[in-house]
């Protein structure tokens, strides 16, 4: 949906929060935990057609950290990229 356009209906009535205060506050309410200490700020698209919500990671520190401390999904990529 980076793009602008839904993956799922097509549309291009796609909607974004980048100044959102909560985003990456105290209490981290558009964050996913990354560890204990560490949470990592989500940027998030919303299609006002069908209601498709994407998040991705905002902090692109942060995905280094969760490749170092998070297991992966499929163990074949993983092996082939480093």
Do not use: H
Not at 1 to 9: E, F, H, R, Y
Not at 25 to 44: E, K, Q, R, W, Y
Not at 52 to 79: H, M
Request: charged share 25%.
């Amino acid at each position: 949906m980076k793009n602008g356009q839904c993956p799922k209906c097509g549309s291009k009535k796609i909607y974004f929060a980048d100044d959102l205060p909560l985003k990456g506050g105290p209490f981290g309410s558009n964050t996913i935990p990354v560890s204990l200490t560490s949470m990592a700020p989500l940027d998030n698209y919303v299609c006002v057609d069908c209601g498709l919500v994407e998040s991705y990671v905002a902090d692109k520190d942060k995905l280094a950290e969760i490749t170092r401390k998070w297991s992966p999904v499929n163990k074949d990529t993983q092996e082939a990229s480093e």
